[in-house]
């Protein structure tokens, strides 16, 4: 299909690519709403996880909370992608921002009152995860349409940069504000983040893209929208394996990292050195989203698929050698290694998929890569009793390098060049 780059060598509309991403105006406000939706976001799961805690005291109350936005997330995931592929994509964002902002008010408006009960909570946080299912493909899809097509990976370095380093500056003056104004204030923050950040989408200025005509004697519709998509996803085997590798990689790495991980943490050097292992992956992403901007390797894709094994390393440290200054260097490592992997991702989508279908592909990217996570938080767990947590560690070490190495033996995904325009 000649559309697999999807026209994004006119991709903003703005100027040429002469300055860089930055020397595009709507990409300039597209990094500035998504870092201050970050900013108000990394706030607020600190804040709820008081807030609950303040009302129950209950750990359970806490993961029902949790878990509700998780569900309604990947339940919403496909539609937020049909959503973001039917309706101009800005215009989307703006909506979410403002409904997020409205979902987040309510809750802190409830907990600042004393009103708060655990039912009420989680029906906000459905509503909190039904939005952002809405926003994510559709943030995800309009970077091509912000800059040309040469410029895609700098501005996806950028975003990540500006993700990063929101996530880990909001975490850290959230729980700053947690702790001197109480947690319902917190979420007054991320509420006013996100309705911030609905403001700054309205000053994107994008050209309005044409709607696909339907095949004839066929009438769109929600279903048919989902299965083009579908085709879309699947007629390229490099984007099916890459997400069928981070379906496993995902449910190993974060049933080892967040299960397991304060298990060691525990049993050895402590709760709050934990705190500073985290960090130092946040840093690693940092480090590795600035590596990616200078960094551009032909068969970048291939590159990264290949680098998603060096995320054994933390897990295997874990499991073999939990003192603290391996762990810090071992999750900076692997933090580099998924940025990397993360900026080159984006690219290749964002150049091979046509622009009308590009959200719903990212949407069936994201169930597929996250549907296994909570199978993997479950099993780990059980896993430990049983076998010992070393030796579990090390088994999610080796299922991350197996998953890697399968991906990356397939010749669709070792073959594609950030260059060229054949989709597979």
Known sequence: MTADRGGASSASGDV?????????????????????????????????????????????????????????????????????????????????????????????????????????????????????????????????????????????????????GGSIVGASAGAGLVAVIGPGWGLAV??????????????????????????????????????????????????WIVVAQFAVLNAAFVGATTVLGPVVADDSFGRGAWGLVIAAQTGGLALGALIALRWRPRRGLAVGVGLMAVTAVPVATLGLAPQLPALIAAFALGGVALEIFAITWDQSLQSRIPREALARVYSYDMVGSFVAIPLGEVLVGPAAHVFGTPSTLVACAVVIVAASAAALAAPSVRRLTLDDTGGR
């Not at 403001?199 to 929600?222: I, K, Q």
């Open 190 to 239: 991320d509420a006013a983040g996100f309705a911030l950040a609905g403001a700054l989408y309205t000053r994107l200025r994008l050209p309005r893209r044409p709607r696909a005509a339907p095949e004839a004697g066929r009438s769109p519709s929600v279903l048919g929208d989902l299965r083009d998509g579908w085709q879309e996803f699947t007629r390229r085997s490099w984007v």
């Open 16 to 164: 040429p690519t002469r300055g860089g991403p930055l020397a595009h105006p709507s990409f300039r406000w597209l990094l500035a709403a998504r870092t201050t939706g970050i900013l108000g976001n990394a706030v607020a799961p600190i804040a709820l996880a008081f807030a609950v805690l303040d009302l129950t005291g209950s750990a359970a109350d806490l993961g029902l909370v949790v878990a509700a936005r998780s569900v309604a997330n990947v339940a919403v995931l496909l539609f937020g992608g049909v959503i973001a592929d039917r309706l101009p994509r800005d215009v989307v964002l703006v909506g979410a921002s403002l409904a997020a902002a409205a979902t987040q008010a309510v809750v802190a408006a409830l907990v600042i009152t004393g009103t708060a009960t655990i039912p009420t909570l989680v029906v906000m946080s459905v509503l909190n995860g039904a939005v952002a299912a809405v926003s994510l493909p559709a943030a995800a899809a309009l970077v091509p349409e912000t800059v040309p097509a040469d410029l895609l990976r700098p501005a996806n370095a950028l975003l990540r940069l500006g993700l990063n």
